[in-house]
């Protein structure tokens, strides 16, 4: 190996060791055996083993430092994965994203505000900004509405209410004095539409008053045809109820009936029919009372 050191010589053995120490330079020093003069930032190619190694002396020029490895594919970087190497000789960006591991989404654009307030892309990313100005038109494109105007619908386990008013725990009445029955259908009071299909528990509490002979009646409705009718002769409240399937559109109410009576005297008795307490449940939990 040469020692980079040129002797005082003759010109022909000058010349030669010249030739020798530009031949090391020209190949960072190839061989299987280290220079014997070394310096700080010098290049040797270590070709002790099966792939030689480029090496760089340190800045103490106390030893030397890997650089990489002249492999038969390719120059390697010291200390570099198979996935580094392989990014590093990817041509492609989808090439690079294969070697890196990562999905499609990795390269996938970002959403315009037209996009974003669509809600209707699924391959898109969003940013911070859009996802922000998403809800804000949504919201936005929501009225405040009054309860009685509130659009209906109903999910698994939810149903808002288009009509609901009055009621509470003061009983809802409905009085015939005389001989004869009437009935009357409380849309106003408990009648609901919904706009999704679901299942509903409809509860609330009958009971009558006035003289004992006489039968009030209640009834749930669905779409005006009656489900289940319950009657009475007692003044004692009773808690009544009905597990009801809807479709979307269907309208569900309660209707009470009122029976009078005459004596054989003439004389006339006037009874009420009263239902409180009423509730339409999904899960167990109430979501109205009136």
């Known amino acids: 190996m040469v020692d980079y050191n040129l002797a005082n010589q003759s010109g022909a053995q000058f010349r030669a060791e010249l030739n020798l120490i530009l031949a090391a330079l020209q190949s960072c020093a190839f061989g299987a055996v280290a220079p014997t003069t070394t310096t700080a930032g010098q290049l040797w190619v270590d070709a002790s083993g099966a792939s030689p190694i480029l090496k760089v002396r340190n800045a103490l020029n106390t030893g030397w430092i890997a650089v990489g490895t002249l492999a038969s594919g390719g120059f390697e970087l010291a200390g570099t ?156 409240w009773t808690a009544r109820s009905l597990d009801v399937t809807l479709t979307a559109g269907q309208t569900l109410c309660i209707r009470l009936g009122a029976t009078g009576r005459t004596s054989n005297d003439g004389s006339t008795f006037t009874s009420l029919s009263l239902i409180r307490y009423v509730r339409y449940l999904a899960d167990q939990r109430s979501l109205i009372g009136i």
Request: charged share 15%.
């Open 81 to 236: 994965t198979e996935a580094g190497r392989a990014l590093i000789a990817a041509a492609t960006v989808p090439i690079q994203r294969t070697a890196l591991g990562l999905g499609t989404g990795a390269t996938l654009g970002l959403a315009s505000l037209a996009q974003a307030q669509a809600g209707t892309d699924n391959a898109t990313l969003m940013t911070p900004l859009r996802v922000a100005q998403a809800i804000a038109a949504l919201v936005g494109a929501a009225a405040n509405l009054l309860a009685d105007q509130m659009a209906p619908t109903a999910a698994a386990d939810t149903v808002v209410l288009k009509h609901c008013s009055g009621g509470g725990s003061d009983a809802i009445s409905l009085s015939k004095t005389g001989t004869g029955t009437v009935y009357e259908t409380l849309f106003g009071e408990t009648a609901i539409t919904v706009t999704r299909d679901c299942a509903l528990r409809v509860a609330f509490e009958q009971a009558r008053s006035g003289d004992s002979s006489n039968t009030q009646r209640a009834a749930i409705l669905r779409d005006g045809a009656v489900l289940q009718e319950w009657s009475t002769t007692s003044t004692s």
